[in-house]
Nanobody
Framework: QVQLVESGGGLVQAGGSLRLSCAAS????????MAWFRQAPGKEREFVAAINRFDTTTSYEDSLKGRFTIFRDSAKTLYLQMNSLKPEDTAVYYCAADRDISPFSSAWSRANEYDYWGQGTQVTVSS
């Protein structure tokens, strides 16, 4: 089993920045790809970014590329750096991980591919 715990969400004014963290525990050696998704009220869960834990290959939602950056460290922690935040970025942000997802990054944006999910952290951007 793998457990994921997100942190770092909160209130921020438009144009500001936040860094989200996702701490992974349990059988983390089984994790291949980790990702961030977000879900706003009344909306479907939306892909944000993903990273291959071993070779650091990344994939981004096109509309977010340039403002958001996904990266990891050696302590099994995943991060999402969010800059130039906009009110439309307001959502619950979820960390996800997968053991056997396709090596083709086009598959990494599909929420139903992921085996493990955190409980989410709220990000609210005020105007």
């Amino acid at each position: 089993q793998v457990q994921l715990v997100e942190s770092g969400g909160g209130l921020v004014q438009a144009g500001g920045s936040l860094r989200l963290s996702c701490a992974a525990s349990g059988r983390t050696s089984s994790i291949y790809v980790m990702a961030w998704f977000r879900q706003a009220p009344g909306k479907e869960r939306e892909f944000v970014a993903a990273i291959n834990r071993f070779d650091t290959t990344t994939s981004y939602e096109d509309s977010l590329k340039g403002r958001f950056t996904i990266f990891r460290d050696s302590a099994k922690t995943l991060y999402l750096q969010m800059n130039s935040l906009k009110p439309e970025d307001t959502a619950v942000y979820y960390c996800a991980a997968d053991r056997d997802i396709s090596p083709f990054s086009s598959a990494w944006s599909r929420a139903n591919e992921y085996d493990y999910w955190g409980q989410g952290t709220q990000v609210t951007v005020s105007s």
